[in-house]
């Protein structure tokens, strides 16, 4: 099985996610340095998984994102499929080998696709999940440009 790029990516912010205070909303650049990610890619990932329903995104100055269900109901399949869609085998012609060989061989992969699947349903994010030391957990920096204008209309 090979896992792609933006399910990796997709994996990591949803972890980085799980040490943000709860409901904080992080910013995607914040998000994308500490995992040492590309900024614009992240960006359509955390879209799709906001699509999804595993994110949740917030607009604005003081806007992010964070989770929208906890690790215990996001599973690894649910990561998977949001950013890759369905798993499912894929055949290159297969021309050469005798028909019933082909269907034999189709059934088998569709067979072992299925419990491959299966199994990634069972496996949920919180498994995964190390707690980072409180220093170097998500915290989201308050606005200057907020501060400032709050003094000013004091």
């Given at each position: ?152 209309s004091r």
């Amino acid at each position: 099985m090979r896992m792609s790029r933006a399910s990796a990516y997709a994996i990591g912010a949803v972890l980085y996610l799980a040490d943000a205070p709860q409901g904080e909303p992080i910013p995607c650049s914040m998000i994308a340095k500490a995992g040492e990610m590309p900024e614009r890619f992240l960006l359509q990932i955390l879209r799709v998984l906001v699509n999804h329903g595993i994110l949740r995104s917030t607009r604005g100055v003081e806007g992010g994102y964070s989770l929208l269900r906890p690790l215990t109901k996001v599973t690894l399949l649910d990561i998977m499929e949001a950013v890759d869609g369905p798993l499912a085998p894929e055949f290159p012609p297969l021309n050469n080998i005798h028909e019933k060989s082909k269907t034999r061989l189709e059934d088998v992969l569709r067979k072992i696709n299925a419990e491959s699947c299966q199994s990634m349903a069972r496996v949920r994010m919180s498994e995964f999940h190390v707690p980072r030391p409180v220093k170097d957990r998500p915290k989201k920096e308050k606005n200057k440009k907020t501060k400032s204008r709050k003094r000013a209309s004091r």
